[in-house]
Nanobody, 121 residues
């Protein structure tokens, strides 16, 4: 069983920055494919970014968001810059035991509880 705990959400003005963190349990964290997803109000969950030994981003965040990981700390991060009101959502961290890159949520095995990010205009 893998437990994921997100932190770092909050309210920020448009153009600002936030860094989300996701702390994971599990002794083989370094082999997990880790992902960030988000669910805007009234919309379906969508892919944001993922990391294995490489990274992948949705077009809507490419160039503004950066996913990274610290395997020594069992933690994955999402640095969000140049935030826009349309980035407002609940952000979820997810872990996939298979190490191959995935962008579809149904391929992930474990999920965090989510953290709210609100960007005001």
């Amino acid at each position: 069983q893998v437990q994921l705990v997100e932190s770092g959400g909050g309210v920020v003005q448009a153009g600002g920055s936030l860094r989300l963190s996701c702390a994971a349990s599990g002794r083989t964290f370094s082999s997990y494919n880790m992902g960030w997803f988000r669910q805007p109000p009234g919309k379906e969950r969508e892919f944001v970014a993922a990391i294995t030994y490489k990274t992948n981003y949705s077009d809507s965040v490419k160039g503004r968001f950066t996913i990274s990981r610290d395997n020594a700390k069992n933690t994955v991060y999402l640095q969000m810059n140049s935030l826009k009101p349309e980035d407002t959502a609940v952000y979820y961290c997810a872990a996939r035991i298979q190490s191959s890159m995935a962008t579809r949520g149904e391929l992930y095995d474990y999920w965090g509880q989510g953290t709210q990010v609100t960007v005001s205009s």
